[in-house]
């Protein structure tokens, strides 16, 4: 089956009065139709730039896209002109932003941001496009739609304007939506409301969802494969339960260690990640994980290890298409799986 969406070796920098920042150093990752992947990592390691560039919004300048391919639908998203890609975005790809509160206009109807939508990429005249906005807002659990197209985004509750980002999202009946954080600033029990209602709808609807998280409790429940993002690159890619439950990188076995888990004693201690993530400005030729990693040996001071197949042995039961980026995975594939 040939992907939905295929990114191969996509190279984003940002060039500032510090130096180049490589944001996205070299990333290729797919996504099969109907699919959920997760981008998992700390601030700053890329991952929500990824998806930016995915859509060709990175600000430029200071940034560009200076390699690689996009490959949806047949096309190189990369060779698109600026028109063509207006059509993609909303139209074939929909995205849900970061921050409703930013993304959403304040001065525009909720109504008029989503019929805006519709009439843009389906030619819709303003009526029909405003009886499809009420279907949407009933479509992502919005009761009294009628009312609430009238409001504006400081009407609402950061849970409801997440679903109308939701519905923008939705509203053209895309092939693949890109969720970066889409849980971000809301309360646990509305976190777990929205990420049920996406992952609902894109089962209902068989769209492709690829959600953009630190959270590694939305990886466990949500996805089917996972990337683990580092300083720009992937170091950590595979199946949801081979990332869970054997894990090949350091970086990936020292989040999941972080996270309080429920099996553990009450009195037991968190195993922080510890140190501070690198300066993309100033790495060296070595392993960008190296000053953080207990299981650094000298290669990895003169040497970036390159995304591999696991090697055999890294863990009982571990599955074809888990890669990472590491000298030592076998080692740290069996510690992972032992604890």
Known sequence: ?????????????????????????????????????????????????????????????????????????????????????????????GMVFQEPMTSLNPVLTIGRQITETLEQHRGMDRPAAYQRAVELLVLVGIADGARRLKQYPHQLSGGMRQRVMIAIALACEPKLIIADEPTTALDVT???????????????????????THNLGVVARYANRVNVMYAGRIVESGAAADIYHRPLHPYTMALLRSVPRLDRPRQARLDPVEGQPP????????????????????????????????????????????????????????????A
């Open 190 to 212: 509305i976190q777990a409301q929205i990420l049920e209602l996406m992952k609902a709808l894109t089962r209902r609807l068989g769209v492709a969802l690829v959600i953009i």
């Open 1 to 93: 089956m040939e992907p939905l969406l295929a990114i191969r070796d996509l190279h984003t920098e940002f060039h500032t009065g510090a130096g180049v920042v490589r944001a996205v150093d070299g990333v290729s990752w797919t996504v099969d139709p109907g699919e959920t992947v997760a981008i998992v990592g700390e601030s700053g390691s890329g991952k929500s730039v990824t998806a930016l560039s995915v859509l060709r919004l990175i600000p430029d300048p200071p940034g560009r896209i200076t390699a690689g391919q996009v490959w949806f639908g047949g096309r190189d998203l990369m060779l698109l002109s600026p028109e063509a890609m207006r059509e993609v975005r909303g139209g074939a790809i």
């Open 279 to 338: 300066d993309l400005t100033r790495l060296d030729a070595g392993c960008a994980f190296r000053p953080r990693c207990r299981f650094a040996v000298e290669i990895c001071a003169t040497a970036r290890p390159a995304l591999e197949a696991a090697t055999p042995g890294s863990g009982p039961g571990t599955t074809a298409g888990h890669l990472a980026a590491c000298f030592r995975s076998h080692e740290i594939g069996a510690a992972g799986a032992a």
